[in-house]
C-alpha cells in the first residue's frame, strides 16, 4: 500500500482547501485513514479519522465544526475538506493508514504504519 496527497497550498485565513489522498498497489478497503499534520517545531499531530467504512469519523477539538473527512472505497481515496481556515491550521498534512482490525483507538498514531509524504498547508494573508 502506498498512499500519496495532495491539495495543498497558500491560502487567506477564512479559505477552503481540499485535500485529497491516493492509495496504491492496494486497497484502503480495510483500513483506518487518519489525517495528521505538524507545523513547524511542533509535534506531530491527528486531525481526523475515519475507519473502515465511512461510518465513523473522529477530529480533534480544534478542527470540528470546520474540517470534514470522507472517504470513497471505489476510488481508493480519503478526502479531508478544511474550510474557516485558520494561520494556526498551517503545516505538513499527511494521510496514513492502520489495518482496521488491529486499531484500538483511532485517532492514536500508535496503529498507523503507512504514511504518505505530506502535503503543505499554508494559511496567511
Known amino acids: 500500500l502506498r498512499l500519496a496527497e495532495s491539495g495543498g497550498g497558500l491560502v487567506q485565513p477564512g479559505g477552503s482547501l481540499r485535500l485529497s489522498c491516493a492509495a496504491t498497489?492496494?486497497?484502503?478497503?480495510?483500513?483506518?485513514i487518519g489525517w495528521f499534520r505538524q507545523a513547524p517545531g511542533k509535534e506531530r499531530e491527528s486531525v481526523s479519522c475515519?475507519?473502515?467504512?465511512?461510518?465513523?469519523?473522529d477530529y480533534v477539538d480544534s478542527v470540528k465544526g470546520r474540517f470534514t473527512i470522507s472517504r470513497d472505497n471505489a476510488k481508493n481515496r480519503v478526502y479531508l475538506q478544511m474550510n474557516s481556515l485558520k494561520s494556526e491550521d498551517t503545516g505538513t498534512y499527511y494521510c496514513?493508514?492502520?489495518?482496521?482490525?488491529?486499531?484500538?483507538?483511532?485517532?492514536?498514531?500508535?496503529?498507523?504504519?503507512?504514511w504518505g509524504q505530506g502535503t503543505q498547508v499554508t494559511v496567511s494573508s
Open positions: 475515519i475507519n473502515d467504512n465511512g461510518g465513523r469519523t
Open positions: 496514513a493508514a492502520a489495518i482496521a482490525t488491529l486499531v484500538r483507538t483511532m485517532c492514536n498514531m500508535t496503529w498507523y504504519d503507512t
Open positions: 498497489e492496494s486497497t484502503l478497503e480495510h483500513h483506518v
